[in-house]
């Protein structure tokens, strides 16, 4: 079993496809990386006895890899203009850039231009994210089943901590990263990367 979509077998498809719509290209070159870090895991995967073993590893790169997309995707709101997603409403979108705007927080950085202030976008945590997504309606009504299904799977990427302090899924690992949860993640992704790529491109 690997990913299908986006079929990671054929990696320049997927930069193809990602880079119609990713917005900051250092973001883009991370996420390809991680995407190849996923491809040698599928391919370990498949050659592997116990192939349950690597579903944590997994599913913790595929979370951060939604992750990146949808960060990227608030950074686009916030910086673009005339790259601003086209099929979203734009007084939504300008009431978007609004809150992001408030969010962010003064920092001193020092280059050869000498010493200067910025105001530097606030680190949105995950759960955050989809809040902003779901205020906004950006993958459908606030009532979409997306939002929560994200949420929980952020819950599930918080499992990389073995402690489990929060108490998220059950206490033994073996019974979280389970081949059910992992295809429905997949899915998740496949769902994300088919909507970004035809609801999302930049124009170009």
Known sequence: MT???PAIND???VKDELFTYVWDFKHGDNIMYNFAVLRALYAARS???????LNKPITI???SVIEAILIDLLARIDQATTHLPANVDRATLDNLKVEIESKKR???IEDEFGERIF???KMYQFNDIIVLLKKYELFGP?????????TKFGHLRNRVHIENYHRNFEDREYKVFTSQRLAELESVLSELWTKMINDYKRPW
């Open 3 to 5: 990913l299908r979509t």
């Open 11 to 13: 990696m320049q498809s």
């Open 47 to 53: 050659n592997f006895e116990d192939q349950d073993i």
């Open 61 to 63: 790169l595929l979370v």
């Open 106 to 108: 003064p920092e001193k």
């Open 119 to 121: 105001l530097r976008r």
């Open 142 to 150: 606030q009532d979409d089943s997306i939002y929560a299904t994200l």
